[in-house]
């Protein structure tokens, strides 16, 4: 039946939540999957299985309003069920259920912090399916919480008459009861979308309807709360405070305290990750609506799309051809977790074709607008892979793309993120990366450039040329060529590349190097190394369906943007590391979706990817433009290649404050966005 | 009467499953999502289990052979595998499933090739035996249409 008339029959079923609940069931194991789907039937829930992590993206993607909880499997071979889970969680807000047969204890807490709101082991008995829909209950009602305590009333007004029955049963009362606070739960809070709101009143529908309206944390009202904290200092860092200082109107203290709750889990994230190999995340800027960047994975490595209409230069490493493809190598980062830091949650929101659109969820960023590339480079000793920091809140949170603000005209501004500076701490050897230097310059054009994310790969202690990452300037990406024009203060640092020559030209397009050699070339391409495991090449693809290997001018209907920035550092010492994560991020269907995953594998073999990594750049930026997207696709660096270090923290860390020094970085910057590990 | 002997053999079948560990009560709720609209649930799945887990078995072999030592990926393997198992309530399958995880975890090859060589068996003796089950309940259950067509459930 047609979709409307589906809607219209499920939406009466809904009437009885949790009733007709809609699911969507992803397990690789077609045993596993029809049980489960029976189960979840006898349960009266209305069941939608796949296989494929990708397609259960894809469907999420083209309509999140279709369901109201997922269920995931952990191990799946299209892709990690973290990686879903956190893409979902950026992306769409919907709870999302972890299943697996792996009950031990790490594995479960790694659930939790991506955000699951539950782990079930297998093979999953009825009665607890049975609860699952409190989790659907319980994210709505801490959403309208959250939304804003004065606006509770809009809590109280549901818009459906099941929500209101479900309401009553849960508050047991009045509906008046809806702002009382929820209590935190860590686990899903981090995830949840609470971007701050800007507009009062976060519609609180049933919890089976559809979309909430998310506050959108720009990049520039991320930078201003990364700036409050940091004048704070994060441990006196308290909402009420950092709303007094960031003085923007109608933010609320809720808003705030659910975005400062993200960035803790970011920082702490990244400092958990601080030792393995960071990588960098070169974040694209795109147009300039900012390429929204969905969950990134974070292992795999980012995309950073770029927008079509302009790819942001990128620096002259070679980081992203700025017209297409621009393929990232992202090196080093090694699978570890951190690099998950673009998964998912970078969301680079693309702009409306409002200029703040640009989020760089860089903590941190200054960058006015918005556009921060923000290069996730997460440093070795640091991890900075800001992971989920991304994300966090604003859809926005294109750390790695920072579009430059301006997009006005629709050119993306797009930044990059680059940089991992202090990354490479290890002795990357060839970590040159910390290119991921957008070059905002936009030359004259409207769009400003944002921040240079200054990238500094301090990539190899132990490589002579360590060279601070220069950080990426957030550049508009417009139609016009960027200039490669660093912003002066990246460029100096750049300077340091090993191979002597991260030459930071800002090139039209953003190409990556290739390479994923952690020698990386000197040209500072940031190679983005894929994960040695071929399942990560999937990764590269993931991106809102539409295969990274898009090319551009393609443009991905997908509305994902895959900027795959991959920049990794990689020290050949390291053992192959995931860089880079891969996130595919995609936009709200309305804005022009980025979906730029950056995805960062660094690839084990020694097999250099190609310099084929190219990242498309899939720069779904406003609707008006184009969007282009282009796959990333990152080169699969090798894991010995990379393990640079690259943090990212952020670009609009860089761009705030330029090389800050490494840990500053990464504390702002939780990097979220792209794991790049950029090996140069 | 045919049908009822044939079902109370297929009963006890059942029950001897049980007692000799090769199912356990997760199988019950698969054959409890049984019914009107998925009448031949529980075999539909059985059935999709063993076709599923040849190919995740032979996976194992592969890798055995062709990654030696690679335990991570061998336990990877294993793990989908033990993941079906217990979707279905295979347990004395699982059990050897896990065993070989902890060989993997222990490195001990020679421990995982013994353990693997037992999944294996375990997997063909319950295949059989689930077949002469399902075989019989079927036998049972077209009994049953035939004789008494609104009967006592047809499925037991």
């Known amino acids: 039946m047609r979709l409307d008339e589906r809607n219209a029959a499920v939406g009466r079923v809904r009437d009885h939540f949790p009733v007709g609940m809609r699911v969507l069931a992803v397990d690789d194991d077609p045993v596993c999957l029809k049980v489960l789907e029976n189960l979840l039937r006898r349960c009266q829930y209305h ?16 309509n999140r309003d279709l369901f109201d909880l997922v269920i995931s499997d952990v191990h799946m071979p299209d892709m990690d069920g973290f990686k879903l889970l956190e893409l979902v969680g950026l992306e769409m807000d919907l709870p999302v259920i972890m299943l697996s047969v792996n009950g031990e204890t790490k594995t479960v807490m790694k659930g939790i912090t991506h955000g699951a709101c539950d782990y079930l082991l297998k093979p999953v008995r009825l009665e607890e399916l049975r609860n699952i829909w409190q989790h659907v209950v319980r994210r709505k009602f801490s959403n309208c919480e959250r939304a804003n305590i004065d606006g509770y009333e809009e809590c109280t007004r549901p818009s459906n008459a099941d929500f209101d029955h479900v309401h009553s049963q ?85 808003n705030v305290a659910s975005h400062l709750q993200k960035y803790r889990l970011y920082l702490k994230r990244l400092s958990a990750v601080a030792s393995q190999q960071a990588s960098i995340v070169a974040g694209l800027g795109g147009n300039d609506p900012f390429m929204r960047m969905g969950a990134f994975e974070g292992l795999q490595g ?25 393929s990232f190598g992202i090196q080093g980062m090694s699978a570890y977790r951190p690099i998950q830091i673009a998964t998912g949650n ?59 603000g301006r997009a006005n005209n629709g050119v993306p501004g797009t930044l990059q993120s680059v940089t991992n500076s202090h990354l490479l701490q290890h002795g990357l050897v060839e970590c040159r990366q910390d290119k991921v230097v957008i070059q905002p310059s936009s030359s004259g054009s409207s769009d400003r450039l944002e921040g240079t994310v200054g990238v500094s790969s301090s990539l190899m202690d132990s490589c002579a040329s360590q060279q601070r990452v220069v950080p990426l300037s957030a550049f508009s990406t417009s139609a016009s060529p960027m200039n490669g024009s ?21 090139s039209n397009d953003l190409r990556v190097a290739r390479d994923n050699k952690v020698g990386a070339s000197s040209s500072g391409n940031v190679i983005l190394l894929s994960p040695d495991t071929v399942p990560n090449q ?21 509305n994902l943007l895959n900027p795959k920035f991959i920049w990794s550092c990689l020290p050949t010492s390291l053992p192959p590391n995931l860089i880079g994560s891969h996130h595919p991020m995609s936009q709200r269907p309305n804005n022009g979706n980025l979906g730029g995953t950056m995805v960062g594998q660094t690839t084990a073999s020694a097999s250099t990817a190609a310099p084929q990594t190219r990242i498309d750049m899939i720069i779904s930026g406003d609707t008006p433009t184009p969007k282009s997207a282009s796959d990333l696709s990152f080169p699969r660096v090798h894991s010995e290649l990379s393990s640079s270090s690259c943090s990212f923290d952020g670009l609009l860390n860089s761009i705030i404050k330029v090389e ?16 790049l590990g950029a090996c140069i | 009467m045919d049908y009822s002997n ?70 990877a393997y294993m793990q989908q595998l033990k993941g079906s198992c217990s979707s279905i309530g295979a347990s004395r399958m699982k059990s050897e499933c896990m065993s070989f995880r902890d060989y993997c975890g222990q490195g001990n090859v020679e421990g995982c090739m013994r353990s693997f060589q037992k999944v294996k068996r375990e997997h063909g003796a319950l295949r059989q035996k689930l077949e002469a089950y399902f075989q019989l309940l079927r036998q049972a259950g077209q009994l049953v249409l035939l004789e008494l067509p609104p009967g006592p459930g047809c499925k037991n």
Request: a negative charge.
């Open chain 1, 47 to 62: 069941v939608t299985t796949t296989n494929q992590a990708v397609v259960a993206l894809r469907m999420l993607r083209q």
């Open chain 1, 170 to 254: 849960i508050t047991g009362g009045t509906p008046d009861q809806c702002g009382r606070p929820s209590k935190k739960r860590k686990e899903y809070h981090s995830e949840e979308e609470d971007e701050g709101e800007e507009s009062n009143g976060q519609e609180n529908d049933d919890p089976s309807a559809p979309k909430k309206p998310r506050v959108v944390w720009s990049v520039e009202l991320h930078r201003k709360f990364v700036a409050a904290v940091n004048q704070l200092g994060i441990d006196k860092a308290v909402p009420k405070r950092i709303l007094e200082l960031m003085n923007v109107e109608r933010l609320t203290r809720e």
């Open chain 1, 302 to 326: 980012y995309q950073s799309f770029a927008s079509s209409a302009a790819l942001p230069s990128f620096s002259p490493q070679g980081l992203l051809n700025r017209n297409n493809p621009t």
């Open chain 1, 346 to 404: 970078s969301t680079i929101s693309h702009s409306n074709g409002d200029p703040n659109k640009y989020h760089l969820s860089l903590p941190g960023t200054s960058s006015r607008q918005g556009n921060l590339a923000q290069g996730l480079t997460t440093s070795v000793g640091q991890v900075q892979l800001t992971q989920k920091w991304f994300h966090e809140e604003t859809e926005d949170l294109s750390t790695i793309l920072s579009v430059s």
């Open chain 1, 486 to 506: 660093f912003c002066s203060n990246a460029i100096a640092e750049l300077g340091a590349t090993s191979s002597g020559g991260t030459n930071i030209c800002p």
């Open chain 1, 538 to 558: 999937k990764y590269l693809n993931f991106g809102g369906g539409s295969n990274l290997r898009q090319s551009m001018d393609g443009g991905n209907t997908d």
């Open chain 1, 660 to 675: 800050k020094d490494d840990a500053s970085f990464s504390d702002d910057l939780g990097c979220d966005f792209y794991s």
């Open chain 2, 6 to 75: 044939l079902r109370r053999q297929a009963a006890s079948m059942k029950k001897s499953l049980f007692d000799q560990g090769y199912l356990d009560e997760q199988f019950c709720q698969v054959e409890d999502l049984q019914d009107e609209a998925s009448p031949n649930f529980a075999e539909e799945v059985v059935t999709l289990f063993f076709k599923d887990s040849a190919k995740l078995i032979s996976n194992v072999e592969q890798a055995l052979e062709k990654y030696p030592k690679d335990f991570n990926r061998w336990d």
